[in-house]
């Protein structure tokens, strides 16, 4: 429920914009006050009639109404809301937030809020992807603006692809998790891990792998942003520092254990790197000489240490809440289970990673939340919304469990 909750939304120019009314019946059944701000743009696709009959409240569309002015100020608009939604958010107003622009009410309002800020962007494939779009983007999380969508799908201009605004019922989602995560692990801390590791065979080549951060650098943005002391210890990723989080970075999945245990004692500790399974016995001091090609090195590997199953075995540093995380291609659960003992974490988020559910490349994914007392199969989600669900599931939990024990009884040494 949303009980109680004032929502600044902001209409921009978009045919989606018909969608945002539906969007404004669901928040008001659930308890919100909705107060509607819409663009000259926004006004060419929806009316303000039509937003007033829905969300009650009178609609603010011009910077400088005095009427309006005189009632309420923008500043005092952008602050009388304990969450501001921008939907449709199209290349426009992303493009003004992003680079500070304020010429007229939306902007402006967007600008002086001090509050949370959800953009359910809706735009032609071509400007999603437009590399300027890609850096507004980027620049806005780095920011701690929240994304719902875009959905993949024929859009109105006839093409096909990402800038379908979410539907309304993933945007009622997006700000419920939102009100249902904020401050709800304050005084909790919490470590992740994200990335690669590397492991150098001398002093320019490496084993590595292809992660690219980007879940586990969602968690533990989610984890701040609902207010836990966030440690991230992520290795090499091309992603920015999440917001609000202590991140360190490192190489090895050596260096990554030392940094975890510097990092305890915490309650909650989500592995979501991928780890390099094996390292080099021994790194050469110097780049290893191609010669004449006649001789290629044989390399030697040992076993890594397993981060995640070392968290979990800690003794009476043991975080109250381990997870992991497993890509399976076949028997899922059977597999998440054999995992869940062979490591003694609390719970293993499986992904299915099968060619036939395109989660590799693809933004989405299926997970399956396995854990001693059962199996929790989740929708399709984005890695941003995964997060947002497994903050939400750690909250309750701690919330409900006793605080001196650990959540599996016995896996604690
Ligand atoms: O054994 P596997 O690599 O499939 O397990 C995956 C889970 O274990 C992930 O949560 C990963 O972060 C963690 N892991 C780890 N240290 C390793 C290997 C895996 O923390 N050396």
Redesign the pocket.
Known sequence: MLSGRRILLVVAGGIAAYKTLELIRRLRERGASVRALLTPAGAQFVTPLSLAALSGDKVYSELFDLNDEAEMGHIQLSRDADLVVVAPATADIMAKLATGRADDLASTALLATDKPVLMAPAMNVRMWEHPATRSNLETLKRRATRFVGPNQGDMACGEYGYGRMAEPAEILAAIEAQFHAAGRLTGRRALV?SGPTFEALDPVRFLGNRSSGRQGHAVAAALAAAGAETTLVTGPVALPDPPGVATLHVET?EEMLAACREALPVEIAV?????A?WRPVRTAEQKLKKGDGSQIPEIALQP?????ASLSRSGPQRPRLVV???AETEKLVDHARA?LTA?GCDWILANDVSPASGTFGGDETTIHLVEAAGVEAWPRLRKQAVADRLVQRIAETLDASPTSKTLSEGVAE
Not at 271 to 275: D, F, H, L, S, T
């Open positions: 891990t999945a592995c979501a790197a991928a780890v399974d890594n240490p397993d981060i995640l992991g995380f497993a995992k490591k």
